[in-house]
């Protein structure tokens, strides 16, 4: 076995691969195509006689190459033959490091979002050749809006070490009774659960992490025997068909000022069964070879967009097809944004339905009507379409398991009983296209019968409103 050389390390690599050194036993050097070469000990701790790796450093021509990470090594295992747990000596030096340099919430925040948004390997393409990046957590953005709006404002300035589970109590008591300042100004809804979840995730995520070996910011995660919360009411609101009918006619109205795009992102929500996300960033290519035009059209959406993490490959119905070719015409994007150059943005359907509201002598007051308003309906959100697309299908006497599929939910039962959830995840890996292009199909024939029906309860449900 030969020396680790300087030339090795400098050297191009294909494939991830280590290289052990002949001079110092338990030397070597981690080589990867992504990442620059590092230095690492293998040993056996003298205390609990565990094999162990303990982590050197990174690879630095002309300071820090091969000569001086193999001195480092030695002088460690000088220290471990002398009966020394060199693990348990660098935590403890990193803790006083900790202390002395009084790293706060603020940095560690830095530190946390910095790290989950680096883009790391995440598998190979359908072919098998090209290696995919991706973000080292899918929902990585989320969880840095949790940090910066709940966390920050209140722990930021504050020495990690120093925060306690009170402090995180309190935290969360705030958020659920609406006093914690996210803004200026603005204030966390009163009594959000599901704020004060959020913020339990992000904050107990983020001070594990600080408190991993190898970082050492913290002794323990200050996230422990919190008050616990309420279970969060289940969402129920659906649009019955007189709403249905009013939505859909409402939208062709003249006088709704709405982007015509964002109103045909709309009805596509309701005729498709995606989220938001997925139907709105939809791109030509996405449509498969023929596009609109193939006689079984289908839009495949990348597990990059899809909350599951899973592609989804979702059939098109005969209206959604109408709806799709008047909204796509010459542009890239299924529902381009204003200059056409980029997809609507992921609020756009909500914001077009709420509408805007601004803050005048400390009351909020109506900017824009939003959709919900202008056309005397009780508010709901796009997600609400799903739901309401779901009951439809229930109610035309499709299977619950057929109305999962297309919901790109796991099944847990079906017709013949329970189904192994390891079943769907690695095993069981067909779409099932033709049961959801009926299902599909159907919900399709339901919307044209409830839209062309008399309108009779549409004047009667505006008076009311």
């Known amino acids: 076995m030969p020396n680790i ?23 070597y050097v981690s080589l990867s195509p992504t990442a620059p070469p590092t230095f690492s000990l293998k040993y056996t701790c003298p205390i609990t006689k565990e094999r ?41 030096a990193r803790k006083l490091q900790a202390k002395r340099s009084g790293i706060t919430v603020d940095q560690i925040i830095d530190e946390r979002i910095a790290w989950i948004s680096e883009l790391v390997p995440k598998g190979r393409d359908k072919d098998g050749i090209k290696i995919k990046m991706g973000p080292r957590k899918k929902d990585w953005a989320n969880m840095a809006s949790h940090l910066n709006r709940f966390v920050r404002p209140r722990l930021g300035k504050r020495i990690a070490s120093e925060v306690t589970k009170h402090d995180i109590a309190q935290l969360q008591a705030d958020i659920l009774a609406g006093t914690l300042i996210i803004k200026k100004g603005k204030t966390t809804k009163k009594g959000s659960i599901s704020s004060a979840r959020h913020m339990r995730k992000a904050v107990s995520g983020l001070f594990n992490w600080a408190a991993e070996a190898g970082r050492d910011y913290v002794q323990t ?115 381009a944004g204003r200059w056409g150059t980029e997809p609507l943005n992921r609020k756009a359907m909500a914001c077009a339905l709420r509408g805007t509201k601004k803050k005048v002598g400390g009351k909020m007051v109506t900017k824009t009507m939003g959709l919900c308003e202008l056309l005397g309906l009780k508010p709901f959100t796009p997600h609400d379409l799903r739901r309401t697309a779901a009951s439809l299908m229930g109610n035309i006497k499709v299977p619950r398991s057929t109305i999962s599929l297309c919901l790109d939910h796991t099944i847990k039962s079906d017709d013949h009983g ?13 779409p099932r296209i033709g049961e ?30």
């Not at 090795?8 to 294909?14: E, I, L, P, S």
């Not at 329970?418 to 067909?430: E, F, I, K, M, R």
């Not at 292009?437 to 549409?458: C, G, K, S, T, Y």
């Open 436 to 465: 959801k292009r009926e299902a599909l199909q159907r919900l399709a024939d339901e919307l044209r019968r409830i839209i062309a029906e008399p309108a009779e309860a549409q004047e009667e449900m505006r008076q009311a409103a």
């Open 221 to 335: 995660s200050p996230c422990v025997n919190l008050p616990p919360l309420d279970a969060e009411p289940p969402r129920k609101r659906k649009l019955n068909p007189d709403e249905i009918r009013i939505l859909w006619h409402g939208l062709e109205r003249p006088d709704i000022t709405i982007d015509r795009r964002i109103c045909l992102a709309i009805k596509f929500a309701l005729a498709s069964m995606l989220r938001s996300l997925e139907l709105l960033h939809i791109h030509r290519d996405e449509l498969g070879r023929n596009g609109l035009n193939s006689e079984l059209p289908l839009v495949v959406i990348p597990e990059e967009r899809v909350k599951a993490g899973r592609e989804i490959h979702q059939p098109l119905s005969d209206l959604a097809v109408e709806i799709a070719k008047e909204a796509l015409g010459n542009y890239p994007w299924l529902f």
């Open 418 to 430: 329970a189904v192994s959830a390891v079943t769907g995840l690695h095993y069981d890996q067909d």
């Open 52 to 92: 162990l790796t303990h982590w050197l450093g990174v690879y630095q021509e002309p300071e820090r190459g091969v000569d001086y990470w193999r001195k480092e090594a030695w002088k460690l295992k000088v220290k471990i033959n002398a009966g020394e747990d060199i693990a348990q000596s660098a935590r403890q």
């Open 5 to 27: 050389t300087n030339k090795q390390c400098r050297k191009a690599v294909t494939a991830r691969s280590k290289i052990y050194d002949a001079e110092c036993s338990g030397l």
